[in-house]
């Protein structure tokens, strides 16, 4: 597995199998994790990190969920179980939409059967609306509330690097699904409509490659949209 580096703060995995992308972002002696995968493959992806020193230094964690689906929360307590036992502090973080599913294992939203496994309810210590700041060390994230693909979807925006980790509300050429439990197409409009004010460099999605021309994407998008009418 090859991290990509997304200078100064982030690194992205791409998600082995059914796991979402996984990134991570540094800054002084913190670290924010954005999403955890199914769980399959956890030890893989803190290999890397740990290989390439890019946890050097860190000694507080929050883990964030783009929202409550089982590929991008599934490895939340391996995550936390591993960093703990290495003496980080860890937190949990979400809309408080996804937190309510997170902590009452709503599995009609998460779905982890879907994927033949289990998911195991915590607490989310940081619950999260739209407008929100989420600070790592010297940065401060926006928190974009885009319901649409579920009710708690949500994105990260870092306006210093105009960078947008977009979950699974956009992707390269396409938008994440409005037929799982709690989807709306017409709250995805909503939600696009949101994400064309925000002056982007880089889409950072849940899934996928990185989607460099944002607004052409946009576009593409909408358009897309449009045939479900």
């Not at 769980?39 to 020193?53: P, R």
């Not at 890019?54 to 995550?79: K, Q, S, W």
């Not at 989607?211 to 946009?218: A, D, G, P, V, Y």
Request: with cysteine; aromatic share 12%; glycine share 10%.
């Amino acid at each position: 597995m090859i991290p990509i580096e997304i200078p100064p703060n982030t690194v992205m995995l791409k998600g082995l199998g059914w796991d979402s992308n996984i990134y991570l972002v540094r800054d002084e002696n913190e670290a924010l994790i954005i999403d955890t995968g199914t769980g399959v493959y956890w030890h893989k992806y803190i290999d890397v990190w740990l290989n390439e020193n890019y946890l050097n230094g860190i000694e507080r964690i929050i883990i964030f969920n783009t929202h409550e689906h089982f590929d991008h929360v599934g490895g939340n307590l391996a995550f936390r179980r591993y960093f703990e036992e290495k003496g980080f502090d860890v937190y949990f973080a979400a809309h408080r939409y996804t937190a309510e599913a997170l902590e009452s294992g709503d599995d009609y939203v998460i779905l982890s059967f879907y994927h033949g496994r289990n998911y195991i309810p915590h607490e989310v210590h940081l619950k999260l609306s739209g407008g929100d700041i989420l600070r790592v060390g010297n940065l401060e994230l926006i928190v974009i509330h885009t319901p649409g693909h579920t009710r708690g979807s949500t994105c990260l925006y870092e306006p210093k690097e105009k960078l947008l980790f977009t979950g699974d509300t956009i992707f390269n050429k396409t938008v994440g699904r409005i037929d799982f439990p709690t989807g709306s197409l017409e709250m995805l409009k909503k939600s696009l409509q949101k994400l064309e004010k925000l002056d982007v460099y880089l889409g950072l999605p849940g899934h996928g490659r990185v989607i460099k021309n944002w607004k052409e994407n946009l576009e593409y998008v909408k358009h897309l949209l449009e045939d479900f009418e």
